[in-house]
């Protein structure tokens, strides 16, 4: 089986021989949600359960794959943002100024997260 990653989905490919042309084509045999893992109707309807456990599996190691990575940007984010800072002066001034807005607003959701998650001080109040 063939997986093609669509966004939040992934397309299950099956080969299946197809007696007129004499060979096996690529057939789109249903879709499964990266998030939940859920398959669709279709993927549902035509996969053996066999299949069903290659899917599954596939998609937990996906999933897997996800969280290292996500993981790996959390590590390297400062040493990022330093690299970027470091290359501002460098920069087209429209460019540059791109950058900061988005790094900023990045930053402010980055602080809401982590006093969501008690990891910094409440805010004072005033």
Request: hydrophobic share 40%.
């Amino acid at each position: 089986m063939h997986f093609r990653i669509r966004g939040n989905h992934v397309q299950l490919i099956k080969p299946v021989y197809d007696d007129e042309a004499g060979r096996t084509k690529s057939t789109l045999v249903g879709a499964a949600n990266l998030s939940t893992g859920q398959l669709n109707e279709k993927a549902t309807a035509n996969l053996s359960d066999e299949e069903k456990a290659e899917v599954t599996a596939w998609l937990e190691q996906r999933r897997a794959l996800d969280y290292k990575k996500a993981e790996l940007t959390a590590l390297m984010l400062a040493d990022t943002l330093n690299t970027a800072a470091a290359h501002l002066p460098e920069m087209e001034p429209e460019l540059a100024k791109t950058i900061v807005a988005d790094v900023l607003a990045a930053s402010q959701n980055f602080r809401r997260m982590a006093r969501k998650q008690q990891l910094l001080p409440a805010k004072p109040e005033e």
